[in-house]
Nanobody
Framework: QLQLVESGGGLVQPGGSLRLSCAASGFSLNFYAIAWFRQAPGKEREGVSCISSGGSTNYIDSVKGRFTISRDNAKNTVYLQMNSLKPEDTAVYYC????????????????WGQGTQVTVSS
């Protein structure tokens, strides 16, 4: 069964850190670009960060310098290290994959995980 499974979400205080994981099963991530998206209550889903098959990365301005995306092809897993978390980072976070060569085109991602909740609150 092909699937992406996110983990690592939870409740954290402002200024804290979390590391999200996106593990693939049933297929290899090696040739895919992977992105992290988030959707807050009442808001549209937005692309947060992405990484190409070659390791190039892209971030939206609001998370630059705080979030780091990385991939471990040997573990078939992608990570999102989130530091200096803010209440506005609260959302359900999803990972998704694409074979689109334009990995920074968030519209091109077409296979999704189920999401993991991140809540930043004191």
């Amino acid at each position: 069964q092909l699937q992406l499974v996110e983990s690592g979400g939870g409740l954290v205080q402002p200024g804290g850190s979390l590391r999200l994981s996106c593990a693939a099963s049933g297929f290899s991530l090696n040739f895919y670009a992977i992105a992290w998206f988030r959707q807050a209550p009442g808001k549209e889903r937005e692309g947060v960060s992405c990484i190409s098959s070659g390791g190039s990365t892209n971030y939206i301005d609001s998370v630059k310098g705080r979030f780091t995306i990385s991939r471990d092809n040997a573990k078939n897993t992608v990570y999102l290290q989130m530091n200096s978390l803010k209440p506005e980072d609260t959302a359900v976070y999803y990972c998704a994959v694409t074979l689109n060569p334009d990995y920074s085109d968030y519209e091109g991602y077409d296979f999704w995980g189920q999401g993991t909740q991140v809540t930043v609150s004191s």
